[in-house]
């Protein structure tokens, strides 16, 4: 196949698109100092157009392979056994039966394990993503109950869960902490998030709140949650000679890999990870013992493995978020100004690994105050390693503040918008550094007034409809803008003028691949049929994590450098018989599938023709994108006011929610069509938060007692009502292409704007997630 082809059929299917405007050369001019960035400060071409997923045909006829779905000649199926005890040692496994069973290729424990060495918990260097720094399966350590103790392969799934069920396991228990409370005894250590320490003090706060005219002092409480994405984790798995293969469901390919390396002894081009479909990630889709173990199970047995978990298996080996409990204080003068803003507490983990739920990171930056303390401390528990879920910190961390702020409201009888907006800050009140962009008022006001903020009663239960009491709350959402160092973009232009775009980034349903493919269209003055993308696989360059919602700005980054750089190539293949003879970089821009000067755009040349006369299949070039300077100088957010109406039936408690509108500044909005996707997931994964999610342990056993999505409920079709989604779109100067990210700011808040409209609704406070029906009928 030629080149040209070859870009033609990668990637994705071709849309029609609209044309981009004459787009001048980026400077990195998000970075102080640089050019301004014109394409930034004007709506034109194909950003800001909504755009159908480019993956969306794939996935509705079902030819979009999921990790699951490679089937590899002579593959066989893993299951999985999990330990029922939360800590102690495996005395034996008698496994004959289940070496017996029909179509069993091996039963794989501790005892025959090949040696391996545990992986790097992630924080510990830029490509350590372990959840824990366990060995994985190398001794008779149990360190959580639902550690897998044995794996089993068969030549069908049914076998090797029939199989496994026939093993028998005894073990010798040991002392173990199950429960908060018990692991609180233990006495709370300074949380550390990213090597950073959780604490920010500025002044007496403690004094200040003595001091306050008027104050807010409640705890708040957050359970346990796990990780629910519609598609289990699953790895197809083969070793061809020394080279691992691994066809995964991953949100993070290039440091994954480099993990399961580093796990094998292998080098870093040893392994290929590929992950091209994702059933969605919310932080979960890492690595776990799963890949290891699959990995480890086909080198022990010379056969490609599958391994699926169930949905009871996600529940045993994949994290979520933990148990939190926090402090938030607020003292005020008469004004509702805020004199001290205290927000502390308790988040559990486990004592191999590294993630302690950072709830106060969105505090940080959320209000001014005269003073400030917060911190968060963590407690042990012998339990599943907890991890990133979806708006890690700020989740639960807004549950907690935006809940004390509306009781603040309620003791100064004062409009909790209002409240929010006098304490507005006007530089970042931690760090000192200012805002590059913050419109959050501009959010309240186009809220409210779409909302029908106006028509709600300040005065709690008030307004009843039968038996049901309504009300309306609001909260304020904020999660940070990231981009991490390490992205890299592959332009291939072909003689044809099409364009293959090659990421080392992640589609987990959210529409990246529809994006990336816009961006560069739009930086290459391409029309979008003509633009391929391609992604999650390690044999792309650059590494380039799906979290932190801060992809979409890393993956610019580097296409803007890549861009730069075939613009400079393309010139000088052009030559001086070009009309664009003599120009540079600087002086030209892409359009129209060409590049043409900034001051005469009559002096033009098609990609095609300068391809042509050079004689040229295509062009390649690979940059990447520049360090992220920007977070150094400016404090960086997207920011939402979240809306909500909620019905409390009188009778029996049950809280339905009836309206939810959420008004987010987020920069410039690349695709609405998307983005309004993204925005509203985040917003149900809130409600669930609020009225539904929570992890039931076994605080005697530390066994999770409701792995399955019978028992641990998550919202469905008819719990969800119209969600109305508005943005301010107005551009961040400061980012690659003025936009913020948009995956994790719509949950923020969400659960507080829910808690505070239950409140209005009823005159009943619940500071303890989720607002069950029990809660509000005491
Ligand atoms: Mo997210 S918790 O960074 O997938």
């Known amino acids: ?30 970075i102080p100092g640089g ?34 779905e490679f089937a590899i000649p002579g593959m066989t199926y893993a299951a999985l056994a999990y330990s029922t005890i939360a800590r102690g040692r495996i005395t034996a496994i008698a496994t004959q039966a289940a070496e017996a069973a029909p179509g069993v290729v091996l039963v794989m424990t501790h005892l025959n394990a090949p040696r391996m060495n545990a992986p790097a918990v992630f924080g510990s260097s830029p490509t350590a993503v372990g959840p824990s720094d366990l060995p994985i399966m190398q001794d008779d350590r149990v360190h959580w109950n639902g550690q897998p103790i044995a794996l089993v392969l068969a030549e069908t799934q049914e076998q090797a869960d029939h199989a496994v069920s026939l093993l028998v396991t005894t073990y010798a228990e040991e002392l173990s902490i199950t429960s908060f409370a018990a692991a609180k005894a233990e006495g709370p250590k300074p949380g550390l998030f990213m090597g950073q320490p959780l604490v920010n003090e500025i002044g007496d706060a403690d004094a200040m709140l003595e001091a306050a005219p008027h104050r807010v002092d409640h705890v708040y409480r957050t359970p346990w949650h796990n990780h629910n994405a519609i598609e289990p984790h699953a790895a197809t798995i083969v070793w061809e ?7 995964d469901a991953s949100q993070m390919v290039a440091a994954q890999a480099q993990t399961i390396a580093d796990v094998f002894d292998l080098k870093t081009d040893q392994v290929r990870l590929t992950s091209p479909y994702v059933g969605g990630g919310f932080g979960g889709k890492g690595l776990w013992d799963h890949q290891i173990l699959g990995a480890a199970a086909a080198r022990l047995a010379g056969r490609a493995v599958r391994i699926t978990l169930s949905r009871e298996g996600v529940y045993r080996i994949v994290g979520g ?29 486990t004592p191999h690994n590294n993630m302690p739920e950072p709830f106060i990171l969105g505090t940080r930056a959320g209000y001014a105050a005269d003073s400030i303390r917060l911190s968060v401390e963590t407690v042990k528990m012998n339990m599943l390693a907890n991890t990133f879920m979806r708006a890690p910190g700020e989740s639960v961390g807004t549950f907690a503040l935006e809940s004390a702020i509306d009781e603040l409201a309620v003791a100064l009888d004062m409009d909790p918008i209002a409240l929010r907006l006098r304490n507005e800050p006007d530089k970042d009140p931690t760090s000192g550094l200012p805002f590059s962009s913050r419109h959050i008022i501009e959010a309240w006001r186009t809220g409210a007034e779409r909302f029908g903020w106006a028509g709600r009663s300040n005065v709690p239960g008030t307004r009843r409809e039968g038996e049901w009491l309504v009300g309306m709350g609001c909260a304020t959402g904020t999660y940070p803008y990231y981009r991490m160092p390490g992205a890299v973009a592959r332009i291939t232009l072909g003689a044809d003028g099409h364009a293959l775009v090659e990421v080392s980034a992640h589609e987990m349903g959210m529409g990246t691949s529809t994006t990336t493919a816009m961006v560069a269209a739009d930086r290459l003055g391409l029309p979008l049929d003509h633009v391929s993308v391609a992604y999650g696989d390690t044999l792309i360059p650059g590494a380039i994590m799906a979290g932190g919602s801060q992809q979409t700005a890393a993956i ?32 030209v821009g892409s359009e ?22 050079a004689q040229r299949d295509a062009v390649m070039v690979t940059e990447a994108g520049s360090p992220p300077l920007e977070l150094m100088h400016w ?74 999505l019978a028992e641990y409920h998550v919202p469905v079709h008819l719990d969800v009502p119209e969600i109305d989604v508005i943005w301010t779109d107005i551009p961040d100067p400061h980012t690659p292409m003025g936009a913020h990210g948009i995956g994790e700011i719509g949950i923020t808040g969400v659960a507080a704007a829910v808690a505070n409209a239950v409140y209005n609704a009823t005159g009943k406070r619940v500071r303890d997630l989720p607002l069950t029906l029990d809660k509000l009928l005491d």
């Open 556 to 587: 610019g980054a580097a296409v803007i450098a890549a861009h730069n750089a075939l613009v400079a190539d393309l010139l000088k293949l052009a030559g001086n018989d070009s009309p664009l003879a003599g120009l540079s970089a600087k002086d």
């Open 241 to 247: 000679d020394d080279r691992l293969i691994l066809h």
């Open 321 to 349: 978020r933990s148990l939190t409990e926090q402090r938030v204080a607020i003292g005020a003068d008469a004004d509702g100004r805020f004199k001290a803003l205290l927000h502390t507490g308790v988040a559990a983990m």
């Open 635 to 708: 404090s960086m957010h997207s920011h939402s006011a979240i809306f909500c109406e909620v019905r409390v039936n009188a009778v029996t408690g049950e809280t339905r929610v009836a309206r939810v509108l959420g008004s987010f500044d987020c920069g410039r909005i690349l695709n609405p069509k998307t983005a309004r996707s993204q925005f509203r997931g985040g917003i149900i994964m809130g409600l669930g938060m609020a009225l539904m999610e929570e992890t039931q342990f076994d605080e005697r056993k530390g066994r999770i007692m409701n792995p399955s």
């Open 1 to 30: 196949m030629s080149i040209v082809d070859t870009i033609k059929n990668a990637g994705q299917a071709a849309v029609q698109g609209a044309m981009a405007k004459l787009v001048p050369l980026a400077p990195d001019s998000w």
């Open 35 to 68: 050019v301004p960035d014109p394409l930034i400060r004007q709506q034109h071409g194909v950003i800001g157009t909504s755009v159908s997923r480019l993956d969306g045909t794939f996935k509705v006829q079902g030819t979009a392979r999921f990790a699951a």
């Open 592 to 613: 129209d599938g060409g590049l043409a000067s900034l001051e005469d755009p009559t002096r033009r040349e098609s990609y095609v023709s300068i391809l042509a006369r």
